[in-house]
């Protein structure tokens, strides 16, 4: 067993490294785009709604509110997307019997993760500096829901390629489909600003409950009643268990192609 998972250890470093080469080889200033990107994203929405957000949400600071937003938002849609072509792009990898389907996609999670975990730390170290309270007494909380989002988002990039393989249409479709989260996910207000009759269909939806933890965890007067670390928690695992069930189903078909 233990040479078993030190081959998947070997197997899914050397993915992550490939994958870290492939997007950031072809940039000199490709780690700093990292910086740069959402940094920017965040500087354009603080130029246009900066004024009256900061009036409608006086619990946290709203640069602080963007961040806690955009990034995790980021992260999660990077993961997902990049998930479609995931057997595409590999494909050649896979003639070598020790690198499985699955560890792709673990690979751009892990890469994605470490991306998204760093420039979040380092913004948020930027707001401190300009005076901004960042509390962290609620750290260990807010790792935990961090590596639930991590968590969610590797599970539904699993689900995608496995869509992507079995119908490769949906490449086109998916992504059409995850733009709207952007909207119904809370990145840019918060849900408690939404009237009741609306806000119960944005909580169907657990991106916009990672999100709104996120930033309790980080101020703890930001108002988080209508939204549940149990209900994230549910979703991830059991989009975790189906995408694990259907990836069980069709790794010896996802091999042979």
Same mark, same amino acid.
Request: hydrophobic share 55%.
């Given at each position: 067993?233990?040479?078993?998972?030190?081959?998947?250890?070997?197997?899914?470093?050397?993915?992550?490294?490939?994958?870290?080469?492939?997007?950031?080889?072809?940039?000199?200033?490709?780690?700093?785009?990292?910086?740069?990107?959402?940094?920017?994203?965040?500087?354009?929405?603080?130029?246009?709604?900066?004024?009256?957000?900061?009036?409608? #949400? !006086?619990?946290?600071?709203? /640069? &602080?509110?963007? @961040?806690? $937003? %955009?990034?995790?938002? *980021?992260?999660?849609?990077?993961?997902?997307?990049?998930?479609?072509?995931?057997?595409?792009?590999?494909?050649?990898?896979?003639?070598?019997?020790?690198?499985?389907?699955?560890?792709?996609?673990?690979?751009?999670?892990?890469?994605?993760?470490?991306?998204?975990?760093?420039?979040?730390?380092?913004?948020?170290?930027?707001?401190?500096?300009?005076?901004?309270?960042?509390?962290?007494?609620?750290?260990?909380?807010?790792?935990?829901?961090?590596?639930?989002?991590?968590?969610?988002?590797?599970?539904?990039?699993?689900?995608?390629?496995?869509?992507?393989?079995?119908?490769?249409?949906?490449?086109?479709? #998916? !992504?059409?489909?995850?733009? /709207? &989260?952007?909207? @119904?996910? $809370? %990145?840019?207000?918060? *849900?408690?600003?939404?009237?009741?009759?609306?806000?119960?269909?944005?909580?169907?939806?657990?991106?916009?409950?990672?999100?709104?933890?996120?930033?309790?965890?980080?101020?703890?007067?930001?108002?988080?009643?209508?939204?549940?670390?149990?209900?994230?928690?549910?979703?991830?695992?059991?989009?975790?268990?189906?995408?694990?069930?259907?990836?069980?189903?069709?790794?010896?078909?996802?091999?042979?192609?």
């Amino acid at each position: 067993m233990k040479p078993q998972l030190d081959l998947i250890r070997r197997t899914v470093l050397a993915l992550f490294l490939r994958e870290m080469k492939t997007r950031f080889g072809k940039y000199r200033l490709g780690y700093l785009w990292c910086l740069l990107e959402p940094l920017a994203h965040i500087s354009i929405l603080l130029l246009l709604f900066g004024y009256i957000m900061h009036r409608s #949400i !006086p619990s946290i600071p709203f /640069p &602080l509110f963007l @961040l806690c $937003g %955009v990034l995790p938002f *980021l992260m999660f849609n990077q993961i997902v997307s990049r998930s479609l072509n995931a057997l595409d792009a590999n494909q050649g990898l896979l003639s070598y019997r020790p690198v499985q389907a699955i560890d792709l996609i673990l690979a751009r999670t892990l890469l994605e993760g470490v991306i998204g975990t760093v420039v979040f730390v380092l913004l948020l170290l930027g707001l401190a500096l300009t005076g901004q309270t960042i509390a962290l007494d609620q750290l260990p909380t807010l790792c935990g829901y961090w590596i639930l989002l991590l968590l969610f988002s590797f599970s539904l990039g699993l689900l995608f390629m496995l869509l992507g393989h079995a119908y490769p249409e949906s490449e086109k479709l #998916i !992504p059409l489909l995850l733009k /709207p &989260l952007y909207f @119904l996910s $809370g %990145v840019m207000f918060p *849900l408690a600003l939404v009237p009741a009759p609306y806000q119960a269909y944005l909580l169907w939806n657990p991106l916009a409950h990672a999100l709104e933890l996120i930033r309790h965890a980080l101020v703890a007067s930001y108002p988080a009643g209508h939204v549940h670390g149990s209900y994230l928690l549910l979703w991830t695992l059991g989009l975790l268990f189906f995408s694990l069930l259907l990836y069980k189903g069709r790794a010896n078909a996802l091999r042979r192609s």
